[in-house]
């Protein structure tokens, strides 16, 4: 299968330094078909103008450089190889004030050998995912410590854009309220791009493992009207994580099911008996029919399982 991809570079801040170096390069896999959803997700609101679409002749990547039109070659960390014929590139501002370099690539990609292997997913808030197997993705330390972050900053920007309105000053002018915004966009950005890199390693890594992969079908865009920041960020990376697996199954001649979620969490795996008693707490599930108790996660994911195992069949 022929598929184009798109290799982003993260610089640092300033255009000035931009011709002296860029500090890391973020490389995603992103199929071209959802591109611009993607770039509006990680830039969010204010989508800059500067923006410059060069031919495949013009650039080129060496070592650790990459020569762009004008502003010549920039350092930028090398990490990981960029493959396939460069198609184009371009050079965008995020809010953040930060540049990033965007590559189009078009590369081969193989199918990944079957496993013979079927699972069911529940994503959760505590944990991020849990598989029918038992093996459990838990939401990585650092995201908690960014959220907190992130309820402060916006906390301390919404109270000097208060001030400076009270005041009758515009808000572009306002330098605190400008300096604070980019602090609150560099926080965004940083959470953005430390869930794409985590939801890239486990998405492969679930489809390297499973032929058929059942999940739950959620209804993510009603669900973003939370205002809970914990709660949104996971709702972003629910539905990041199955765009995700999705795209990676058709790559990779593998299956995804979705579920109708409704009951999978008070439904008993063991005797199918369906009752909200049967969770007591939020952590265990125990059958007030038949008794089996069970980790509520696993249970909904086998529940999972088994209903994307039945859709398979019919
Ligand atoms: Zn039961």
């Given at each position: 299968m022929n598929i184009t991809f798109?290799?982003?570079?993260?610089?640092?801040?300033?255009l000035s330094c931009l011709t002296r170096e860029i500090s890391h390069l973020y490389v995603s896999y992103v199929p071209v078909e959802s591109t611009k959803k993607y770039f509006y997700q990680v830039l969010p609101k204010e989508y800059p103008h500067f923006n410059h679409v060069m031919g495949e002749t013009q650039w080129c990547i060496s070592g650790n450089r990459v020569k762009l039109p004008k502003l010549g070659w920039i350092r930028f960390a090398n990490s990981r190889?960029?493959?396939?014929?460069?198609?184009?590139?371009t050079v965008r501002k995020n809010p953040s004030g930060k540049y990033v370099v965007s590559?189009?690539?078009?590369?081969?990609?193989?199918?990944?050998p079957k496993t013979s292997s079927t699972v069911g997913i529940d994503v959760g808030l505590k944990d991020f995912?849990?598989?029918?197997n038992g093996h459990v993705y838990k939401n990585p330390a650092f995201f908690r410590t960014l959220e907190e972050k992130l309820v402060k900053a916006q906390r301390i920007l919404s109270r000097r854009q208060q001030v400076a309105i009270k005041q009758k000053r515009p808000l572009p002018e306002a330098k605190n309220v400008q300096k604070q915004r980019i602090k609150v966009a560099r926080i965004h950005e940083k959470i953005a791009y430390a869930r794409t890199d985590y939801l890239q390693k486990i998405t492969t890594e679930i489809i390297k493992n499973h032929d058929v992969i059942g999940i739950e079908d959620l209804q993510v865009a009603n669900m973003l009207k939370n205002k809970n920041v914990a709660k949104a960020i996971s709702e972003v990376s629910w539905s990041e994580f199955r765009r995700?697996?999705?795209?990676?199954?058709?790559?990779?001649?593998?299956q995804v099911i979705a579920v109708d979620p409704r009951c999978t969490s008070q439904k008993c795996h063991s005797c199918g008996h369906t009752a909200k008693e049967n969770r007591q707490t939020q952590a265990a599930f125990l059958c007030v029919s038949c008794g089996h108790s069970e980790n509520a996660d696993i249970n909904a994911s086998r529940n999972i399982h088994e209903l994307a195992m039945h859709s398979n069949t019919t």
């Amino acid at each position: 299968m022929n598929i184009t991809f798109i290799f982003n570079i993260l610089s640092i801040s300033t255009l000035s330094c931009l011709t002296r170096e860029i500090s890391h390069l973020y490389v995603s896999y992103v199929p071209v078909e959802s591109t611009k959803k993607y770039f509006y997700q990680v830039l969010p609101k204010e989508y800059p103008h500067f923006n410059h679409v060069m031919g495949e002749t013009q650039w080129c990547i060496s070592g650790n450089r990459v020569k762009l039109p004008k502003l010549g070659w920039i350092r930028f960390a090398n990490s990981r190889k960029v493959e396939g014929r460069i198609l184009n590139a371009t050079v965008r501002k995020n809010p953040s004030g930060k540049y990033v370099v965007s590559l189009l690539v078009e590369t081969e990609v193989k199918e990944k050998p079957k496993t013979s292997s079927t699972v069911g997913i529940d994503v959760g808030l505590k944990d991020f995912a849990i598989l029918s197997n038992g093996h459990v993705y838990k939401n990585p330390a650092f995201f908690r410590t960014l959220e907190e972050k992130l309820v402060k900053a916006q906390r301390i920007l919404s109270r000097r854009q208060q001030v400076a309105i009270k005041q009758k000053r515009p808000l572009p002018e306002a330098k605190n309220v400008q300096k604070q915004r980019i602090k609150v966009a560099r926080i965004h950005e940083k959470i953005a791009y430390a869930r794409t890199d985590y939801l890239q390693k486990i998405t492969t890594e679930i489809i390297k493992n499973h032929d058929v992969i059942g999940i739950e079908d959620l209804q993510v865009a009603n669900m973003l009207k939370n205002k809970n920041v914990a709660k949104a960020i996971s709702e972003v990376s629910w539905s990041e994580f199955r765009r995700m697996l999705e795209y990676k199954a058709a790559w990779y001649g593998k299956q995804v099911i979705a579920v109708d979620p409704r009951c999978t969490s008070q439904k008993c795996h063991s005797c199918g008996h369906t009752a909200k008693e049967n969770r007591q707490t939020q952590a265990a599930f125990l059958c007030v029919s038949c008794g089996h108790s069970e980790n509520a996660d696993i249970n909904a994911s086998r529940n999972i399982h088994e209903l994307a195992m039945h859709s398979n069949t019919t």
